[in-house]
């Protein structure tokens, strides 16, 4: 079992930049795929980036790449995602989820474990 807990998110004017963190515990951290998801009022659930287990692979939805970026301390079992130049479309609540395995995925069903999310409200 692996516990997410993020944090690091809020209310930020267009054109601003958050970070958001997830701290994950209970099992091996080096052992999960790691992705970030979002999900506006009315809206599915979304991939936004997910991570490799080694950190050397990415993958990032194409309405946020050149804006976030995914990256994880594994010494941490922490998982960031950066974001930059935000824009009020990427208002929505921040997820972050574990899934085992090698493969890079990012289907909401692909994941094994999830956290409780954190708000991200970006001002026009």
């Known amino acids: 079992q692996v516990q997410l807990v993020e944090s690091g998110g809020g209310l930020v004017q267009a054109g601003g930049s958050l970070r958001l963190s997830c701290a994950a515990s209970g099992h091996t951290f080096n052992n999960y795929v790691l992705g970030w998801f979002r999900q506006a009022p009315g809206k599915e659930r979304e991939s936004v980036a997910a991570i490799s287990r080694s950190g050397g692979s990415t993958y990032y939805a194409d309405s946020v790449k050149g804006r976030f970026t995914i990256s994880r301390d594994n010494a941490k079992d922490t998982v960031y995602l950066q974001m930059n130049s935000l824009k009020p479309e990427d208002t929505a609540v921040y997820y972050c989820?574990?899934?085992?395995?090698?493969?890079?995925?990012?289907?909401?069903?692909?994941?094994?474990?999830w956290g409780q999310g954190t708000q991200v409200t970006v001002s026009s």
């Open positions: 989820a574990a899934r085992r395995g090698i493969v890079v995925l990012t289907s909401t069903v692909d994941y094994d474990y």
